[in-house]
Nanobody, 117 residues
Framework: QVQLVESGGGLVQPGGSLRLSCAASGFRFSRYAMNWYRQAPGKERELVAAVTSVGDSTNYADSVKGRFTISRDNAKKTVYLQMNSLNPEDTTVYYC??????????WGQGTQVTVSS
């Protein structure tokens, strides 16, 4: 059974940092690219960052470039999202995602990030 479990969200002041983690199980983690999405109420889900299966290439939304860093540890079956210079517009729920063979897409339960003074 595929599981993606996010952690690390919380309340942070503007300009602060958070590190999200997504622990994966139930599939061969090192074979798949991994993604972080976010979705604010009333808005479409946005792809924030993506990393290849071996971690040699990453991609970011323009809104987070230079502030967020995605990485992975295949030995620990975990993908991370380091978020720096957070601002209130980053407030939303963040989701871990893995798109697998056959068009099957797996999602975590989400972790809330709130940026507020």
């Amino acid at each position: 059974q595929v599981q993606l479990v996010e952690s690390g969200g919380g309340l942070v002041q503007p300009g602060g940092s958070l590190r999200l983690s997504c622990a994966a199980s139930g599939f061969r983690f090192s074979r798949y690219a991994m993604n972080w999405y976010r979705q604010a109420p009333g808005k479409e889900r946005e792809l924030v960052a993506a990393v290849t299966s071996v971690g040699d290439s990453t991609n970011y939304a323009d809104s987070v470039k230079g502030r967020f860093t995605i990485s992975r540890d295949n030995a620990k079956k975990t993908v991370y999202l380091q978020m720096n210079s957070l601002n209130p517009e980053d407030t939303t729920v963040y989701y871990c995602n893995c798109d697998q063979t056959g068009g099957i897409s797996y999602w975590g339960q989400g972790t809330q990030v709130t940026v507020s003074s």
